[in-house]
């Protein structure tokens, strides 16, 4: 009971107070204070209750701040009466200046003049680029009080003017079997005879080399030169090369990436496969169809999209980078060869008829490999690349070991000629030379990778062997020399005049070379270093 009563006592107490106090005077309203703001040339008092900060006493004055304004002192400091506020005006804005970037000059040497005569006419003009500079500036109540410069972006690249100087010759002339043509700097040029009697076929400086065939008699050659239409790749040509001038005739064929050459005994028909042009890597989208044309000197085409030999069709894994086909030397199949597949190609009816399925390489970027073709010389075998599966890849498709293969089109199962050449081994089978006991035989040129484990980025050295795989030698370079970058070599037609064999023509540092195939006798031909492309018949 005690307790029961002390509890009433406290809260009686506690209603008296809550009664005194209601009875009580009321309090006297907040103070305030007078602060002074300074904003956009203006400058005025401001009643704020006491203890605002300058955010508060903004809200008051009804001022905003853009997003880059500030005040002194900052929004979150309080006030005292008779203190002052300033809103400084920031403001942002970027000025562009350009510059002009020279061009330089760039000496592309020429056996064509005097050693050390510099030709003043270039074969290519200079322009200057344009660099153009962004500066963010700052300013406040007007005032510039910060320029930095915010980026750099060349918007315009200089165009180097390329200007010719003599070289001394660093080559050794000699009589080679046929014509053979070579492309330098974008134009056809034609040797004949003899390694010194070089001229120009086609000076236009536009061959993109993506195409670069000499007919069978070595009179016409078919070449792919740059588009001037933007949805286009480029344009096949065909140009007679015994004309005087050379008549070049446009062929009304555009987009031609992996394949065109002449149909077989023919200088006026030609079959050739197409892409879609694309925006994105690689810059195309194979059709990895099939046509044929026939042209006359005067410019007439066939219309050839009327009858496709070959629909376009996907192409298998990896179709979109394309296929590439080889005729058979006796014109009668055409073979093809694909990132998955090889076979040949019914000309009548269109079906493909595999011979050998491709373990498919697993690139890990925008292009894919298609293994290197080439026919024997009796049109009997198919000589090629095999990507074969290996222990200790990441997966099969990733495996680094490929092998020169024959594939016998009379039955049986395909050959390994060479193990470990590298993904570009590009087999070439030789004519029809005469063997020891006076029987038809042939031989093989290949690449083999320096790095075999690693010969996407290798560089090569040319083999040739006898065409069952036996008597593999080098031919070039010695082994003390870098290596080639891969291509695929050129055989000579006849055997080379004041030498023992036939000679093999390739690129080494972006000049024109030939190897004797029987003895190894290597010569340079060109000392210009832009050779990109070779024919020979």
């Known amino acids: 009971m005690k307790l029961y009563h002390l509890r009433y006592s406290i809260g009686l107490g506690a209603s008296v107070l809550i009664l005194l106090a209601g009875c009580a005077e009321p309090l006297a309203t907040q103070a305030s204070i007078t602060v002074n703001i300074s904003a956009d040339g203006k400058s005025f008092p401001v009643q704020v209750p006491v203890g605002s900060t300058v955010q508060q006493a903004l809200e008051i004055a009804g001022l905003r701040l853009g997003l880059l304004d500030k005040t002194e002192p900052a929004m979150s400091i309080s006030l005292s009466d008779g203190a002052s506020v300033q809103v400084i005006r920031v403001e942002e804005s970027f000025e562009i200046e350009e510059e002009t970037i020279p061009f330089e ?3 592309q040497p020429t056996e064509l003049l005097p050693e050390g005569q510099l030709k003043l006419d270039p074969i290519q003009k200079g322009e200057p680029g344009v660099l153009q500079k962004t500066y963010r500036v700052l300013t406040e109540d007007g005032q510039v009080v ?23 010759p660093v080559v050794e002339h000699f009589e080679i079997p046929g014509r053979l043509v070579y492309l330098f700097n974008g134009e056809a040029w034609v ?13 236009s400086g536009d061959l993109d080399g993506r195409v670069f065939s000499l007919s069978a008699d070595g009179s016409w050659l078919l070449y792919t030169r740059h588009s001037k239409e933007e949805d286009q790749v480029n344009e096949l040509w065909a140009a007679d090369l015994t004309s005087d001038p050379i008549r070049e005739v446009d062929l009304n064929v555009s987009n031609i990436i992996h394949f065109a050459d002449w149909i077989p005994g023919s200088t006026s028909r030609v079959i050739f496969s197409t892409v879609e042009p694309r925006t994105t890597a690689p810059g195309w989208q194979a059709n990895n169809d099939l046509y044929a044309l026939s042209f006359s000197t005067s410019g007439w085409v066939t219309n050839w999209r009327e009858k496709p030999i070959l629909e376009a069709n996907s192409g298998g894994i990896y179709g979109w980078w394309g296929t590439t086909f080889a005729w058979s030397p006796d014109g009668a199949m055409l073979a093809y060869a694909r990132p998955d597949q090889i076979g040949l190609v019914d000309l009548e009816t269109g079906v493909l008829t595999a011979t050998l399925d491709i373990l498919p390489l697993q690139t890990g970027s925008d292009w894919a490999w298609v293994p290197g073709l ?3 010389a009796d049109s009997r075998t198919l000589f090629s690349l095999q990507h074969i599966a290996e222990e200790g890849a990441v997966s099969p498709e990733q495996s680094s070991r490929f092998d020169v293969i024959a594939i016998p089109l009379e039955g049986g199962r395909s050959v390994s000629l060479v193990q470990q050449t590298g993904m570009f081994g590009y087999p070439v089978a030789s004519p029809v030379q005469p063997g020891l006991e006076g029987e038809n035989a042939y031989q093989i040129a290949y690449l083999q990778a320096i790095f075999p484990t690693q ?21 070039f370079p010695p082994e003390d020399q870098p290596g080639l970058n891969p291509q695929q070599v050129v055989w000579s037609s006849a055997p080379l005049p004041d030498q023992e064999g036939y000679g093999i023509a390739f690129l080494y540092q972006d000049n024109l070379w030939i190897v004797d195939a029987s003895n190894g006798l290597a010569r340079q031909v060109t000392g210009d270093g832009l050779v990109s492309r070779i024919g020979w018949k």
């Open 191 to 203: 040797l004949e005879g003899k390694t010194s009697n070089r001229k120009p076929a086609i000076r």
């Open 374 to 376: 080439s026919w024997g």
């Open 455 to 475: 010969s996407e980025t290798s560089n090569y050295r040319l083999m040739v062997m006898d065409r069952d795989g036996s008597n593999r030698r080098l031919l």
């Open 105 to 107: 000059q760039l000496r």
């Open 146 to 168: 910060s320029r930095v410069l915010f980026k750099t972006e060349i918007i315009k690249p200089p165009v180097p003017q390329i200007v010719l100087v003599g070289v001394q």
